[in-house]
């Protein structure tokens, strides 16, 4: 044993023969190996603690022979903040060639975007913002083309087992909804420019009405967005569209060249478009011929009455395929394959349908499938799958077999052999149990069943 007296025994060393050098040391600690002088041993070890004084460690740390060793963090820290992740992403999307021409056109909008504005505030005019703001959802439609390469080059993962397809439907119902809203400001505007009438100055009014519709039909023709464009052809039709198509068809019965282009119905977007040109048109002529600026304010309000006519479709479109709901125009076709994949031999039916729209054009679905305990569950499996590929995919199947046993149709669940045939005939129902004395058939009670009776045999 050790004496009291013992150099050995210092506050500041640790020998290694009271134990083993800990593997862990715990944090700001300071370890320093000490050589071989005077009175000390050879294997010693300083380590020096710091004072933890109001939740703050100051220690002065000494080059050389001293290392610091912290806790060990199993889970490390994300170095790359998100506008570097930001960053990265347009990086990697930039180096496809149509990319950078909807950059481009993106940076024309902007700009487009912000001379309108400095003009709607010189002309006075709330006809001409409220056709601007179609020029905001423009560069809109071209975030949405830039998504749309973004998860063409991204691939699936284990966070996102389905892909990256579902951001494109929802940067569509963002769009939609934010149109919405900037056309309800533009109605409140309106109402108080009622209230208090302002005089308009058209001197860039229909300059400006010129640019911004030839933006709205460029950005249309050479950036066209597939989302929108899938989602203005899927969508139920706007009151707008409605009240054009008659006039559609009786231009296309003179001009049948035109039909490609105004049937079945028109592109809502080219609709808004030149219905708000044509407002502005009117305010114009109305403004410079009799002074009548109370048709700017009504100008105005139609133009924000027709976005939010045509948006509201399709934002209820893209809002039911986040949900995650199954397409109404495809519940006919689903219930005739579904027919055709039970008509295999072994399957009994099919349980816990779900099939919903997992990205624009694209169907995702689960079944499970009961089968037959001799069925062969391979088989079914390739039946199915081969069956409902055409509209579904990809397409989850669960094959089980049927779980019925005998002691099912039993009572109470149990067989006759697991209690005594006096408890199990007790239990049975009177009717079944109670037979003539003279003969093997049982008699009839004298109050008949109930119609449509849930205990009835045979029902």
């Known amino acids: 044993m050790a004496s009291s007296t013992s150099p050995f025994l ?3 060393f640790l020998p290694r023969r009271l134990g083993p050098k800990p593997d862990v040391v715990p944090t700001e600690v300071i370890e320093r190996k000490t050589a071989p002088c005077g009175g000390q041993p050879p294997d010693m070890v300083t380590v020096n603690i710091p004072h933890v004084g109001s939740g703050l460690v100051q220690q002065k740390l000494n080059l050389g022979n001293q290392y610091v ?8 820290k994300p170095q790359k903040t998100i506008a570097s992740r930001l ?5 990697l999307v930039s180096t496809d060639r149509r990319a950078r021409k909807v950059v481009l056109f993106g940076i024309l909008n902007i700009l487009c975007t912000g001379v309108l504005v400095s003009w709607c505030h010189s002309t006075n005019s709330m006809a001409l913002m409220a056709y601007t703001y179609l020029t905001i959802f423009d560069l809109f439609s071209i975030l949405t083309c830039l998504i749309s390469h973004w998860v063409a080059l991204n691939r699936p993962t284990a966070t996102y087992s389905f892909g990256y397809e579902r951001f494109e439907v929802l940067v569509v119902f963002a769009s ?7 056309a309800l400001f533009i109605l409140k505007e309106s109402v108080e420019r009622v209230l208090e009438p302002t005089d308009i100055h058209t001197g860039r009014l229909l300059l400006g009405t010129a640019i911004a519709l030839f933006f709205h039909l460029l950005t249309m023709l050479v950036v066209p967005s597939k989302a929108f464009s899938h989602v203005s052809e899927a969508a139920s039709t706007s009151w707008l569209q409605e009240h054009v198509a008659d006039l559609s068809r009786s231009l296309c019965g003179v001009l049948p060249s035109l039909s490609g282009v105004l049937l079945p119905r028109m592109n809502p977007f080219v609709l808004i478009d030149i219905a708000g040109a044509v407002a502005l048109f009117v305010t114009y002529m109305s403004v410079e011929m009799s002074a009548y600026y109370a048709v700017d304010t009504m100008s105005a ?5 027709m976005t939010f006519g045509t948006m509201y479709p399709m934002s209820l479109y893209s809002g039911k395929v986040l949900l995650q709901t199954t397409p109404s125009h495809m519940i006919g076709q689903l219930d005739k394959l579904l027919r055709e994949a039970s008509t295999l031999d072994g399957v ?3 349980r816990n ?6 990205k624009f054009g694209s169907l995702a679905g689960s079944v499970h499938v009961r089968v037959r305990r001799d069925a062969n569950e391979q088989l079914v499996l390739a039946h199915v799958t081969n069956r409902l590929s055409v509209l579904v995919s990809p397409l989850t199947v669960q094959i089980f077999k049927d779980d019925w046993s005998r002691s ?5 669940g149990l067989a006759p052999g697991n209690i005594p045939a006096a408890d199990w005939l007790a239990t049975m129902p009177h009717s079944l149990h109670s037979h003539s004395p003279l003969t093997s058939t049982p008699t009839k009670s004298s109050n008949p069943t109930a119609e449509f009776s849930f205990g009835t045999p045979g029902l």
């Open 69 to 76: 060793s912290g806790t060990i963090h199993p889970f490390r």
């Open 10 to 12: 210092g506050a500041d």
């Open 348 to 350: 009994l039916e099919f």
């Open 301 to 305: 309000m139609a133009i924000a009455l």
């Open 353 to 358: 349908e779900h099939f919903w729209t997992l």
């Open 87 to 91: 960053i990265r992403e347009f990086s």
């Open 176 to 182: 939609t909804v934010l149109a919405q809203l900037g």
């Open 408 to 412: 099912n149709l039993s009572p109470g």
